[in-house]
C-alpha cells in the first residue's frame, strides 16, 4: 500500500486503542469542579493564563502567578494532581511554580521557574525520562540538571532543550524519533541527539520529530510515511537532516504525521492531508507547501490532524480535522483551507491543538473547543464545542 494508506491504517489502529483507553477512563470517578462559562460568553474573574497545552484529552495553563493547572482524562495520571480521577475544571498540580508545559497522549512534562524538569503521567515507553517505565501521577523529576529551557511532550516521546542550546529526547524509538540511531528501542533517561549546541526549539510528532536551531535552519527525523519530514522523501531519518537551505524559520510544530512551520512570516505544510490539515488541497507532500499568500503568520500549532495558527493582527484560523469542532467554526465539517475562529482580533499566539484547542487571548483569558469526552475544554461537561468558551482558572 501507499504511505498515504498506510498512515490512515495506523492512524484507526491507534485511534481504537485511545478509545479503548477512554473507555477505560470512563470507569474512573469524574470531578466537575467549578464550571465555566458557556460558550461564547466570559468567565468572571478569570485570572491571566500566560501558557496553555493541549494532551490527548486533558489541558493544562500556567497562570501569571506560575501555578499550573490540569484538567480532563486522567486515566494514566497525566493531571499530576496524584489521582487518577478525571477532572471536569482546572485541579493545581502541586505548589510549585511552572515556566513551561507541554501535554503529549497519555502523559506530560513541565520545566519549573528553577529549570528542573518534571514529568507525569503514561510512562509505558520510558517517555517520563525517570529511569523507569512506570506511570506517574504526580510530578517526577528529569534528572538533576536545571538548565532545562523547552520541552515537547509527544504520544510515546518527548524532547527538551538546554540553556546550552544542546537538545535531549527519550521515550520510544521504534521509527527513530528520538534522533539518536536505530537503538535503543526505549530510552528511559534523556539522550542527547547529536553534539550540535544551537538548539532554539523542538516538536514531537507521533513517530517525528523537528527543531529549528538559533540560525535560523529546520531540522527533522523519524518517520517520514506522508513527507511529514519535508525532506522529498518517503520512509525514515535516523539521525536530524535539515529541510531545505532556508535560514529564516522562526517556528515549527509537528502533527500526528504532518508538520508545518513559519518563515518570514509565510506559513508552511508537509506531510499527510487527508483532512486537510497542510491547509492546501490535494494528497500527502513530501515538502513544504506554502498555505496561501499571507506573509503575517505569528504561530502555529498542530497535533493529531488539524492546524491553528494566528496573523499579526490577533486574528485566529484552524483547519483540517473537525469531527469534533476543533477547528472552532461551529460546524463539524472538515477544512482544507485555513478558516477563521470568530471575529476576534485578540489572540495572543498561545494556541494548541488536538483532537481540541485551546487558545490565549490578550487580556489572558483562556478558551478552549473541541472534543471534550474526558472534560479537557474545563466547563464541567463532557459535551463537545464547536466554537470558544472562557474557562474559569481559578486564582
Known amino acids: 500500500m501507499s504511505g498515504y494508506r498506510n498512515a490512515r491504517w495506523r492512524h484507526r489502529a491507534t485511534r481504537l486503542l485511545a478509545a479503548v483507553a477512554a473507555m477505560c477512563a470512563a470507569g474512573v470517578t469524574f470531578t466537575a469542579g467549578p464550571a465555566a462559562a458557556g460558550a461564547g460568553t466570559a468567565a468572571s474573574a478569570a485570572p491571566t493564563v500566560t501558557t496553555v497545552t493541549a494532551g490527548g484529552a486533558h489541558t493544562c495553563a500556567i497562570g501569571a502567578d506560575g501555578g499550573l493547572w490540569c484538567w480532563g482524562s ?17 485541579a493545581r498540580v502541586d505548589t510549585a511554580t511552572w515556566a513551561a508545559v507541554d501535554g503529549g497522549s497519555g502523559h506530560t512534562c513541565g520545566i519549573r521557574t528553577d529549570g528542573t524538569l518534571w514529568c507525569w503521567g503514561s510512562n509505558f515507553r520510558g517517555q517520563l525520562g525517570d529511569g523507569t517505565t512506570t506511570s506517574r501521577s504526580a510530578p517526577v523529576r528529569v534528572g538533576t540538571a536545571t538548565t ?25 524509538n521504534r521509527t527513530s524519533q528520538l534522533g539518536v540511531g536505530t537503538s535503543p528501542w526505549v530510552a ?25 536551531r538559533t540560525d535560523g535552519t529546520l531540522w527533522c527525523w523519524g518517520l517520514s510515511s506522508d513527507g511529514q519530514l519535508g525532506l522529498g522523501f518517503l520512509g525514515s531519518q535516523t539521525t536530524p537532516a535539515q529541510v531545505g537551505a532556508a535560514t529564516t524559520w522562526t517556528g515549527v510544530t509537528a502533527g500526528y504525521a504532518h508538520t508545518c512551520g513559519i518563515r518570514s512570516g509565510a506559513l508552511w505544510c508537509w506531510g499527510e492531508n487527508g483532512y486537510g490539515q497542510l491547509g492546501v488541497s490535494g494528497t500527502f507532500q513530501t515538502a513544504p507547501v506554502q498555505v496561501g499568500t499571507t506573509t503575517t503568520w505569528s504561530t502555529v500549532a498542530a497535533s493529531g490532524d488539524a492546524t491553528c495558527a494566528s496573523r499579526a493582527d490577533g486574528s485566529l484560523w484552524c483547519w483540517g480535522k473537525n469531527t469534533t469542532g476543533q477547528v472552532g467554526d461551529g460546524t463539524t465539517t472538515h477544512r482544507s483551507a485555513p478558516t477563521r475562529v470568530g471575529d476576534a482580533t485578540t489572540w495572543t499566539g498561545g494556541l494548541a491543538v488536538a483532537d481540541h484547542a485551546c487558545g490565549i487571548r490578550t487580556d489572558g483569558g483562556l478558551w478552549c473547543w473541541g472534543d471534550n469526552s474526558g472534560g479537557q475544554l474545563g466547563d464541567g461537561t463532557t459535551v463537545e464545542r464547536s466554537t470558544p468558551a472562557q474557562v474559569a482558572v481559578p486564582a
Open 74 to 90: 486522567n486515566y494514566a495520571g497525566q493531571l499530576g494532581d496524584g489521582t487518577t480521577t478525571n477532572r471536569g475544571a482546572p
Open 148 to 172: 532545562w529551557a523547552r520541552v515537547s511532550a509527544g504520544p510515546q516521546h518527548t524532547c527538551a532543550v538546554r540553556t546550552d542550546g544542546t537538545l535531549w529526547c527519550w521515550g520510544f
Open 188 to 212: 528511559n533517561t534523556p539522550l542527547q541527539v547529536g553534539t550540535a549546541t544551537t538548539w532554539a526549539s523542538v516538536s514531537t510528532g507521533f513517530g517525528h520529530t523537528c527543531g529549528v
